[in-house]
């Protein structure tokens, strides 16, 4: 998208990444329903009035709203089962009906809509990992300290460092592992330069502050290696776990106060970002939306109504006490809810308003 202004080419890149997030996590929660049985009145994407429309056979209406900023899936007979009572109303489609089904139907069908986006950030990865490789580590030399151990023993930028000792190393903290508890001691380094291996011999020298030894040289260069599909895809679930764990870890972390809130972002950060990374190319686009696909998914587990968790939740109250919960005590843990999501959107959006400097625009022009 180089092509493009800046502006035309955010706008564009934050349509594809909302979209593409919001489709799949409304798929999940459609193609659940249909295998629950549940007949699909509506799936949109976008709200307030429809850009394009279409019905399908089944009675299913297909919609794009002018409003890019979600989606839903609308059930037949989604109301609380409590509310779903006297004669049926025409149209009605006994057996189809969401409030009829059983609570772990019902739970199903809610929880398809996370899964299915960290199904999309596993299968993003993985494809990454096909195509462009997975990122590794390397033992390739960056720079070299002038009159350092490495330097005297002739080692180079470019050198990519093979064994010490004899042990073979394939990433730069193995390196570090070896050389510091061997300050003044010769360490016998095999490196790649260019297409031949090169041995020489460099005596690490005592860092002043610990003792420890330094070779004084720089890596952090990363590798890529491309795995098969079945490597690349357990990779790619095993990654997404990881950015998973550390995604909770942050947001727990805001919780305690150990982390700012300055963190959190809204629409407009991620519409700036998506515009940076498509400048950055498919490769940083891609790894972005997989990044968000976790976030979308997380968030729409945490036990808040409105949201998919607090679904859930009452879900797993209803099973427990063996009837639902009434429509008094989840009207107000709705209201409850959208009041929390509501200080959440305020505070993402002065955070956004923030970070692209027109609070601090606002504040000049008042001050």
Request: glycine share 12%; proline share 4%; net charge neutral.
């Amino acid at each position: 998208m180089e092509f493009l202004p800046e502006p035309f080419r955010t706008v564009i890149a934050f349509a594809v990444v909302l979209g593409v997030l919001i489709f799949v996590h409304e798929l999940g929660h459609y193609l659940a329903a249909r295998w629950r049985g549940v007949h699909v009145e509506r799936f949109s994407i976008g709200f307030g009035r429809a850009v394009w429309t279409r019905t399908d056979k089944r009675g299913c209406e297909w919609r794009v709203g002018w409003i890019p900023l979600g989606g839903y899936v609308k059930m037949h007979g989604m109301e609380h089962a409590g509310e779903a009572e006297g004669a049926p109303e025409a149209g009605y489609r006994p057996g189809e009906a969401f409030h009829e089904k059983s609570v772990g139907d019902r739970a199903i069908v809610v929880a398809a809509g996370p899964i299915f986006n960290f199904l999309l950030a596993a299968l993003l990865f993985a494809g990454i990992f096909m195509t462009a490789g997975q990122p590794v580590g390397s033992t390739a030399i960056q720079t070299v300290v002038a009159g350092s151990a490495a330097d005297r023993a002739g080692l180079q930028p470019g050198d990519r460092i093979l064994a010490l000792d004899g042990e073979r190393v394939a990433r730069f903290d193995e390196l570090q592992r070896h050389i510091q508890p061997r300050a003044n001691q010769p360490v016998e380094v095999l490196v790649r330069r260019g297409e031949a291996e090169v041995k020489v011999i460099a005596t690490p020298a005592a860092r002043a502050e610990d003792g420890r030894g330094m070779l004084g040289v720089t890596g952090g260069a990363i590798d890529r290696e491309r795995l098969d599909p079945f490597s690349a895809l357990v990779s790619g679930t095993t990654h997404m776990v990881s950015l998973s764990g550390q995604t909770l870890v942050g947001v727990w972390q805001m919780i305690t106060g150990s982390r700012g809130a300055d963190e959190i972002g809204g629409p407009l950060r991620i519409a700036q970002m998506s515009g940076e990374v498509a400048h950055m190319g498919v490769l940083s686009l891609v790894t972005f939306i997989a990044l968000l696909s976790i976030n979308l998914a997380l968030i729409n587990l945490f036990p808040i109504p409105i949201l998919d968790g607090g679904h859930l939740v009452f879900y797993a109250a209803e099973a427990i006490r063996g009837r639902p919960l009434t429509a008094r005590a989840q009207e107000y843990a709705f209201r409850g809810g959208f009041a929390l999501l509501a200080t959440l959107m305020i505070l993402a959006t002065w955070n956004d308003l923030t970070q692209l400097g027109v609070v601090r625009w606002v504040t000049s022009l008042i001050g």
